[in-house]
DNA sequence: CTTCAGTTTGCATACGTATGCAGAAAGTTC
DNA sequence: GAACTTTCTGCATACGTATGCAAACTGAAG
């Protein structure tokens, strides 16, 4: 059962040349005349040689690997996310090295630690925050750093994020225009920047109606806790006639108590807005008005970001914001003349 | 902005010992003295040494990486056991490189070529099946692989998956149990083992009944296909009662359009059973009876095959299959009296 | 103090590849 | 065909670590 390596020596016997040779073959843009490479490619080929990735980082010093840092996949938006990544990246011969972890400190700080093990090339943390200690052991380690979908203080990482201050102003416009009064927020979680940025957003966007939000209470990104704080804030008599929830994940959870425990309709009685915009927000059972952060481009700015770092040794430091627009559908009342901003 | 790379040599000098020294005392059961131990690890602390991951691949033949093989994150399933089987394996020191590919065999083999240049440990593929070429490959490399939710006829890959044919079989009892007699079936993928035997088992289950299947489209495991064949076995007049669609996420697109576009009743007009319970699943707005794929023990079940195979050189090919139970919610007629399965 | 077994250490080498350097081959110009 | 330039090849070495082997040390028993 156990293998036999065949390695750059073997197929250099094989074609009677040296193994420097058998390696310029396999080097992009090395010096090779076309019957050499003829040679050596036959000679590979009959053996099945494949040069051994990890042997060629230990010399070039690149490993192509990325280091994906995340904490969870249920929020559609991640595992949507880390698809189009890993596509991204595998076109440009990289591939991602997973690391799961909790979103507190520690445990980011330890799985940080493995990542810079496995001398991954660039990392990307898709809605986790670092500590400035750790931010530090990367830009000595010289590893590129993209925070995606999440903005921190710190000079030395990149960040991509949506445009969360105006996604929230944008949908304070919108309820507003629709005629609502008493509106709630069901906050994205207040430790991270995406929250309260479009907590803020939101604020600053019914102050300049005059109104204020009626009640707000975080709801942790968690499903759990938003329907617990939808029961708090709905289930009074006083109930608000719109909400906005910090992303679609939890305004699903929204909804489901909404309908289905308190028998309201929405939007009939509510109106709900999301935050995402991911694909279950637009099948009929949900049909969620949302923002959408446009991930297709979050990821290609996140790629070429990195790889700006990587192969062209940028080293300006990025902080991306990219605007999305309001989808509108069935679960918030569409103001009069509102214009349809969909693509 | 490049880095000064901290090496055992490093530690060794600082130390006052030799680098074999330094990595003996990160070598776990290598014999160490207290003392050389205490020095040494003063010394990498200081200077912030960690070892390098992908050297020692190279001398001890273990990446500590297993690449991952899956085809799309859509469906909730995937990024579910993606995210366990990460979890489990970091526990254990590994971790995932994940590799996306088209679901065609020239895609797999592809991408798989690109796996094997990184020396990973083990192989898993989600949902995706593999040529018999590639199998020899993986077998003649050493590289162990498990198949995780698909079957496939090949002596020297090990597989994980739920019992397909007993939980179909156990669908149709239940809806034959209901009263139903014009079922039909949007079947998953036929080109994959899951679909098949899924849809052969509930055949047989209606087989036992005295029925057949009324109608029966492919729905490809996809939202778009599974729709339209909605579409065109409920649009006429002759229409069936209860349907099975083969995964979850085909289902909640069945639902959509009978509730939707074709204004029929869920459970009242037509029965809807679907396969995975997804954590979807039990959400309000859907709240589809289906049957469960226990991810948790086949991610355990996939975690200590690979084990065994890397850690304890195992080599008997296990093809392990593992029953779920019906959880019954609200999208089918539940049968008088019908016991409850629910854990 | 000697002997001996057991433990700990350093030396040297190996893993599979890339690359600077110098020499060989090939091509160009007169 | 000589002189020169350009392209190609092999030699040697380096990357950062683990490990077999033999030497050095430790401590216990006599």
Not at 171 to 189: K, P, S
């Amino acid at each position: 059962m156990r293998a036999e390596k065949v390695t750059s020596v073997d197929v250099a016997r094989r074609a009677g040349v040296s193994q420097s040779a058998v390696s310029r073959v396999f080097t992009p843009g090395a010096s090779v005349s076309p019957k050499m490479a003829e040679k050596v490619l036959k000679a590979a080929q009959e053996l099945g040689y494949r040069p051994n990735v990890l042997a060629r980082s230990l010399i070039t010093g690149r490993s192509r690997i990325i280091g994906l840092v995340v904490a969870y996949l249920e929020n559609q938006f991640y595992p949507d996310a880390l698809e189009k990544l890993s596509t991204a990246l595998q076109a440009h011969g990289y591939h991602i090295l997973v690391f799961m972890v909790s979103n507190d400190d520690a445990g980011v700080d330890k799985v940080m630690g493995e990542l810079l093990d496995y001398q991954v090339d660039g990392i990307i943390t898709a809605s986790v925050g670092m500590s400035n200690a750790l931010a530090a052991r990367c830009a000595a380690a010289g590893v590129p750093v993209v925070l995606f979908n999440r903005g921190q203080d710190d000079e030395r990482l990149n960040q991509v994020t949506s445009n969360n201050f105006e996604g929230g102003r944008k949908i304070a416009e919108f309820l507003v225009a629709g005629g609502h009064r008493r509106i709630a927020h069901i906050a994205g979680w207040s430790g991270s920047s995406t929250g309260r940025d479009r907590q803020s957003g939101f604020l600053a966007g019914l102050n300049a109606a005059g109104l204020d939000i009626t009640r707000c209470i975080d709801g942790m990104y968690n499903r759990e806790t938003a329907a617990a704080a939808t029961r708090e804030i709905f289930s009074g008599n006083e109930r608000p006639d719109a909400v906005f929830v910090g992303n679609d994940h939890m305004a699903f959870a929204v909804m489901d108590v909404l309908r289905f425990e308190l028998k309201l309709d929405v939007p009939g009685d509510v109106s709900v807005v999301g935050y995402d915009d991911v694909p279950l927000a637009s099948w009929p059972a949900y049909d969620l008005t949302t923002l959408r952060q446009p991930s297709n481009r979050m990821v290609e700015a996140t790629v070429s970001t990195l790889l700006g770092w990587i192969e062209e040794g940028s080293n300006d430091v990025q902080k991306i914001q990219i605007d999305g627009p309001l989808m509108i559908r069935g679960s918030a009342r569409i103001p009069e003349g509102w214009p349809d901003e969909r693509l």
